[in-house]
């Protein structure tokens, strides 16, 4: 019953901006952190970005400097604001939830990925 749907994917020019947005939505009980991931065909995911329920936030080095992680707490949702995007960011980024459902355990859900594609 907990559901996060990311949008803001698409295709820009090497130096322009994205802002990836994830909604979760459900019978949530509390968060402990979210974070964004990317997977490109035969590789594995590769963390992004994280953000912690006390705002702590962590980033590839390759994004470092470029991408910031931010979040609504009202509206349960997760930021990447990207910008002087690469080629090398091409790739289907993910949502990751560590939470807490009511009446049940912590646990970590996943999005169905939005593409960005980045053209040089």
């Known amino acids: 019953q907990v559901q996060l749907v990311e949008s803001g994917g698409g295709l820009v020019q090497a130096g322009g901006s994205l802002r990836l947005s994830c909604a979760a939505s459900g019978s949530i009980f509390s968060f402990n952190a979210m974070g964004w991931y990317r997977q490109v065909p035969g590789k594995q995911r590769e963390l992004v970005a994280t953000?912690?329920?006390?705002?702590?936030?962590t980033y590839a080095d390759s994004v470092k400097g470029r991408f910031t992680i931010s979040r609504d707490n009202a509206k349960n949702t997760v930021y990447l604001q990207m910008t002087s995007l690469k080629p090398e960011d091409t790739a289907v980024y993910y949502c990751n939830a560590d939470l807490t459902r009511i009446f049940s355990r912590r646990g970590d859900y996943w999005g169905q990925g939005t593409q960005v594609t980045v053209s040089s």
């Open positions: 953000i912690t329920s006390g705002g702590m936030t």
